[in-house]
């Protein structure tokens, strides 16, 4: 079952502007995490937050994450032409009594950064 | 360098033959997954392994078999493919999978195959 959903489907920004995405999940969950994926290529991990973090930096991404809403965003700031891809949240979930642990992504945004 | 390598890239066949596609991490990662990707769909797990000879499935297994008979490949079994099986695939994996929210929890994924069933 698609878990995480996220918001805006696509996103068309101006160089140096900043991007906001969010995502929404239905259910509990141990930890968030975001990945990029340049068209048709295979994704690539941005950052993970646990789901005792409130917010988490790296470089130019901010994510933070509202378990109460059930809720996170990713915001890159001063965006580049380079940042064009689409972006994935992914939500985990792990049962010790089953031993099963799953990562369940989102359709994804997808973010065109115009020069 | 550390990867996980797919193969093959582009896989047109014809339905009802059976075709493998090969995953290998060269990682020594424990947690292995196989996810395909369809346009408004986003990505869909079709399997999962916990480590060497623990295998489950995930959101959308019918039709796909896999194993983990060693730690380094998981290979992707299509035994008698249908059209709607054409799709986007890609294996990923992780040092982990315990929920415990470490790095080693981050998925690296391989180039994808694309997989076309006429």
């Known amino acids: 079952s698609q878990q995480g959903e996220e918001d805006p489907q696509a996103l068309s920004i101006q160089e140096g502007e900043n991007a906001t995405m969010n995502c929404s999940y239905k259910t509990s969950i141990n930890n968030l995490q975001w990945y990029r994926q340049n068209s048709g290529r295979g994704l690539v991990h941005l950052i993970l937050?646990?789901?005792?973090?409130r917010e988490k930096h790296s470089g130019r991404l901010r994510v933070t994450l509202d378990t109460s809403k059930k809720s996170s965003s990713l915001l890159i700031t001063a965006s580049r032409a380079a940042d064009t891809a689409s972006y994935f949240c992914a939500t985990d979930t792990f049962s010790s009594g089953a031993g099963s642990y799953q990562l369940t992504f989102g359709k994804g945004t997808k973010l065109s950064v115009i020069p | 360098e550390a990867q996980v390598t797919q193969n093959p890239r582009y896989l047109i066949t014809v339905t009802g033959k059976k075709l493998t596609v090969t995953c290998s991490q060269n990682?020594?990662?424990?947690?292995m997954s196989w996810y395909r990707q369809d346009p408004g769909l986003g990505l869909r797990q079709i399997y999962y392994s916990m480590n060497v000879e623990v295998t489950d499935k995930g959101d959308v297994p019918e039709g796909y078999k896999v194993s983990r008979k060693e730690k380094r490949n998981f290979p992707l079994i299509l035994e008698s493919p249908s059209p709607n099986q054409t799709s986007l695939y890609f294996c990923a994996s992780s040092l982990s999978g315990q929920g415990t929210g470490e790095t080693n929890e981050k998925l690296f994924f391989g180039s994808g195959t694309q997989l076309s069933v006429l």
């Open positions: 937050i646990r789901s005792n973090e």
């Open positions: 990682m020594n990662h424990e947690y």
